[in-house]
C-alpha cells in the first residue's frame, strides 16, 4: 500500500541553529499533506500545511518544501529554540473515498540542545 | 490550550468493563475522527465522521463502538478490551474532510488490565 516515510529517526541541533525534516511520500496522487509537532503526553500540534499545486510555503520560522518529482517533502525550522524539541509527523491526506484519511509518516524526534 | 477536548485524559479499566471516550469541539467543524496511538509510533485512523454520519472504519474490532450524538460531540465506546488495546486514543476535528488541516485533542491514555 501507499505510505508515508521519513529518512531520520533522530536529529540533534544546537539552540539558534536551522533544523531540517525530511519525509518521503509514494503516492503521487497524494495532493495535501500537513506537517505536526508532538510533545510528551500531548496530541499532535498542526505547523503548517501544502498542497500539491504548491511549491513552498512559509509560516513563522518554520517552510515546508514540496518536490513532486521525487515524492520528498521537508520541514525547515529557522532558528530552532530549545521549546522546539519534540517529534516530528508529515502526514499524507487521502482522496477520493480516503478523504479524511490521514496516513503519518514515522516520526523524527527533533532535540535542541542549549 | 487545545480546542478539542476529550475526557478522562487517563482511564484504567479491566476487560469486561464498559467505559466511554468523549470528545468536544466548538470550532464549527462537521468532520471527526478517532486514532489510536501505541507508544514510540504515529496515530493510526481509527473511524471518520462526516456530517454526523460515519463515512470510513479501517476495519476496527467491534470492540470499539464510535457514536457522533451532533455535530460538536464524539464518543467511543468502549467493550471487552484486550490488554494490546492500552494506548493513547486521539480525537481530531477539522472543518471538512477535503484537504482541511486536521486538529487534535490531548487524548485519552487508556490501560487496560
Known amino acids: 500500500g501507499e505510505s508515508v516515510g521519513l529518512h531520520l529517526p533522530t536529529l540533534s541541533v544546537q539552540e539558534g541553529d536551522n533544523s531540517i525534516i525530511n519525509c518521503a511520500y509514494s503516492?503521487?496522487?497524494?495532493?495535501?499533506f500537513i506537517w505536526y509537532k508532538q510533545e510528551s503526553g500531548k496530541g499532535p500540534q498542526f505547523i503548517i500545511d501544502?498542497?500539491?499545486?504548491?511549491d513552498k510555503r512559509q509560516g513563522q520560522r518554520v517552510t515546508v518544501l514540496l518536490n513532486k518529482t521525487v515524492k520528498h517533502l521537508s520541514l525547515q525550522i529557522a532558528a530552532t529554540q530549545p521549546g522546539d524539541s519534540a517529534v516530528y509527523f508529515c502526514?499524507?491526506?487521502?482522496?477520493?473515498?480516503?478523504?479524511?484519511?490521514?496516513?503519518f509518516g514515522q516520526g523524527t524526534i527533533l532535540t535542541v540542545h542549549p | 490550550d487545545t480546542e478539542v477536548t476529550q475526557t478522562p485524559k487517563h482511564l484504567v479499566m479491566g476487560m469486561t468493563n464498559k467505559k466511554s471516550l468523549k470528545c468536544e469541539q466548538h470550532?464549527?467543524?462537521?468532520?471527526m475522527y478517532w486514532y489510536k496511538q501505541k507508544a514510540k509510533k504515529p496515530p493510526e485512523l481509527m473511524f471518520v465522521?462526516?456530517?454526523?454520519?460515519?463515512?470510513i472504519n479501517e476495519s476496527v474490532p467491534s470492540r470499539f463502538s464510535p457514536e457522533c450524538p451532533n455535530s460538536s460531540l464524539l464518543n467511543l465506546h468502549l467493550h471487552a478490551l484486550q490488554p494490546e488495546d492500552s494506548a493513547l486514543y486521539l480525537c481530531?476535528?477539522?472543518?471538512?474532510?477535503?484537504?482541511?488541516?486536521?486538529?487534535f485533542g490531548d487524548g485519552t491514555r487508556l490501560s487496560i488490565l
Open positions: 481530531a476535528s477539522s472543518q471538512g474532510v477535503d484537504n482541511q488541516p486536521q486538529h
Open positions: 503516492n503521487s496522487a497524494s495532493d495535501y
Open positions: 501544502i498542497r500539491s499545486n504548491m
Open positions: 502526514a499524507e491526506n487521502g482522496w477520493g473515498t480516503s478523504y479524511g484519511k490521514l496516513t
Open positions: 470550532m464549527g467543524h462537521r468532520a
Open positions: 465522521y462526516s456530517y454526523e454520519k460515519l463515512s
